[in-house]
Structures are given as structure tokens and as C-alpha cells.
């Protein structure tokens, strides 16, 4: 396993240790007195997860340490931190008055990746040549819903979460029609031909 594979394992590994401090956390501001350091640990570890995407990219990059593992995991890494995320900012309050993700919001995330997930198996297992680069849309889908996760985590400004994910909905919703688009215009394609 090269070193970065290894960044990318252990991001994988900081997630379940940031659920237990997000879970842990949110029970501290439900019994009415909030453990503000456990926030501090838990907001600690999400951003040094999100930040080590990049630097395992650099290191695959500026070390010719690419490899197929690392191709493969370093999405999964990405989307478990992220959904992980989203379901603790979800299910617990960080502040009062409700103050958490809504659930709408996280039921158009996951519905997203669920079409995109789906779709892509279906282009697979039908022999369709699956070659999907990223669009614009998607790196902007996912940078607006890391800013709505840190707005629920920082809590410095006094507005509602609702309305950072009202635009990270924006971008999702976009971004999961220009993913179809693609879908659709690989299904009419060819498929892989087998000698």
C-alpha cells in the first residue's frame, strides 16, 4: 500500500471517531449544557479528514504513487466522510432552536449519489464504456455542502443553516441532472465490444 493510500485509509478511519464527538456533542446541548470542546475535536477532525483528500491526491501526484487501490478508495473516503456528516449534523442539534441540518436537505444529498451510484452499476453491468470525468457542477456541489456542514459546526454567524444548504441544495439538484445528461448520452453510445 503506498503512502498515499495510507492518508486515504486513515481518513476513513478519523470518521467513525468524529461521529462518536458529533454524537457525543449533540447529547451535551440536548442535557442543556454544551461541551464546547468536544465540538472544537469533532470540527478538528472533520476538516483535517476533508484537508487530507488534497494532500493524498499531491502525494499520489508528486510521487508517482498512483495506484488502482488508491483510485478506487479515495471517492468512497470522500463520500463516507461527507454522508457521515450529513447525517450527524442531521440527527443531532449543535445550538438551540433546531440548530442542525434540515432533513430535506439531507434526503436530496443522498438521493443524489444514490442515482449517480445506480446509474453508474446499471452502464456497467449492461457493458456501456463508463468513462464519466467530473463536471464543474459536482465540484461545486460538494464544496457548497462542506460550507453548509462548517456553517453547522462553526456557528458564527446567528442565520440559519437553512439557508447555506438552500444553495448547496441549488448545486446538488444541478449537478445530479448534468451526471443524467452524461448517463443518458453514454446509454446511447456503444457498447463494449468482447473479442
Known amino acids: 500500500m503506498t503512502f498515499a493510500s495510507k492518508i486515504t485509509v486513515t481518513r476513513i478511519l478519523m470518521v467513525p471517531v468524529y461521529a462518536v464527538l458529533a454524537l457525543a456533542y449533540g447529547m451535551t446541548v440536548h442535557a442543556g449544557h454544551p461541551d464546547e470542546t468536544l465540538r472544537w475535536w469533532a470540527l478538528g477532525i472533520f476538516v483535517t479528514a476533508a484537508a487530507s483528500d488534497g494532500l493524498d491526491g499531491w502525494v499520489a501526484r508528486h510521487f508517482n504513487q498512483m495506484s488502482k487501490f488508491g483510485a478506487y478508495i479515495d471517492p468512497i473516503a470522500d463520500k463516507v466522510l461527507l454522508l457521515t456528516g450529513v447525517i450527524m449534523l442531521t440527527v443531532t442539534d449543535w445550538g438551540p432552536d433546531g440548530w442542525r441540518l ?94
Request: hydrophobic content about 55%; proline content about 6%; overall charge positive.
Open 102 to 195: 434540515p432533513v430535506w436537505f439531507a434526503v436530496i444529498v443522498f438521493l443524489r449519489d444514490t442515482i449517480i451510484m445506480v446509474g453508474v452499476k446499471y452502464l456497467q453491468v449492461n457493458h456501456y464504456d463508463v468513462k464519466i470525468s467530473p463536471h464543474w457542477s459536482g465540484k461545486v456541489c460538494t464544496v457548497t455542502q462542506m460550507f453548509a456542514l462548517g456553517w453547522v459546526m462553526l456557528k458564527v454567524v446567528n442565520l440559519s443553516p437553512i439557508w447555506p444548504c438552500m444553495v448547496a441544495a441549488a448545486f446538488t439538484v444541478w449537478s445530479t441532472v448534468a451526471y443524467i445528461r452524461e448517463g443518458l448520452r453514454i446509454l446511447h453510445g456503444p457498447k463494449i465490444q468482447f473479442p
